[in-house]
């Protein structure tokens, strides 16, 4: 999630009539357009739009159809839908906000009005957004918070446990962190912190749920990845952390780190707790063996 400007979707199979909209919005958004159902969802899903201007009679499938596909797809039901449609009925309107639209405009419409309407309702799906982008990372790193791996990882897990998947956890705690601390002062802590976040980040797959678990700690879910595949992600981390220093003013900042991991069984648990629990358990004797090290549990 960005700040670079919000995408607004205009779907209607009569030119003109997109036409018309993009006057009026001018400036509020980028405008992208589509001219049928089916190629409305897959722009909506290319694109990650915001907000979607939705004609109902489309020549494939119809706006309303489009709409619940939207809304039932976890890749786009964030996007805000407004229903623009010659179609007047209480009925047609009532049908339309019960499939979660924002609002349904009656043509023929007043320009002034539309363009404040859509104004008003994209400054709300923003800072709606915003503030789930807010509840779900550390604000110090920009990693996940605990909070949202939680949420999320109870999710995966009852999903793997659905398709037989297998996954993994794995706990990562900087080595000597106090000492950081101590000797450099807090913010080079805060910047060590961060430091290692974007070397995790580079590091780590897209899928992977890499969260701040507290302090020091950091918590990442692998989905779909067995223990043996998740040692040699573990290993491979583990050295880029080592061979990442970070440069400070006139030295560089050599840290290393110690994991701990282990492979979910969801025969034996379908709890997050317990296996991070595991992880965590596999950490203490990483950190016992000497640091610097991978332990599967
Ligand atoms: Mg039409």
Redo the contacts with the bound molecule.
């Keep these: 999630m960005s700040s670079i400007q919000p995408t607004i979707i205009i779907v209607?199979?009569?030119i003109i009539?997109i036409h018309s909209l993009a006057r009026i919005l001018r400036g509020t958004a980028r405008l992208c357009f589509a001219t049928s159902g089916k190629q409305a969802l897959q722009l909506a899903k290319k694109l990650q739009a915001e907000m979607i201007l939705l004609?109902?009679?489309?020549?494939d499938l119809s706006?309303f159809e489009v709409c619940k596909q939207l809304k039932n797809n976890p890749e786009t039901s964030r996007c805000s839908v407004i229903f623009v449609?010659?179609l007047g009925s209480t009925a047609e309107e009532a049908h339309g906000l019960r499939l979660g639209a924002l609002d349904y405009i009656i043509k023929p419409f007043n320009p002034t009005i539309v363009r404040e309407r859509v104004q008003n309702l994209l400054n709300l799906t923003l800072a709606y957004r915003k503030l789930e982008e807010l509840s779900s990372t550390d604000f110090l790193t920009g990693a996940f918070n605990r909070r949202y791996l939680f949420e999320i990882a109870d999710t995966e897990l009852k999903r793997h446990r659905r398709h037989n998947r297998s996954a993994s956890i794995m706990m990562l705690d900087i080595d000597h962190f106090k000492e950081i601390n101590d000797n450099y002062g807090h913010s080079v802590g805060d910047q060590a912190l961060r430091h290692l976040v974007q070397v995790c980040h580079e590091n780590l797959r897209e899928e992977d749920i890499f969260a701040r678990f507290g302090g020091e700690e950091f918590c990442v879910l692998l989905p779909e990845t067995d223990a043996a595949t998740a040692k040699d992600a573990a290993e491979r981390l583990r050295q880029s952390i080592k061979t990442a220093p970070m440069a400070l003013d006139e030295q560089f900042l050599n840290m290393t780190v110690s994991i701990g991991l282990s492979g979910i069984t969801l025969d034996e648990s379908d709890d997050i707790n317990y296996w991070i629990e595991q992880a965590d358990k596999a950490l203490y004797h990483a950190k016992k063996n000497g640091r610097d090290q991978v332990v599967l549990r």
């Design positions: 209607d199979d009569e009539n004609d109902v009679m489309l020549p706006g449609t010659a």
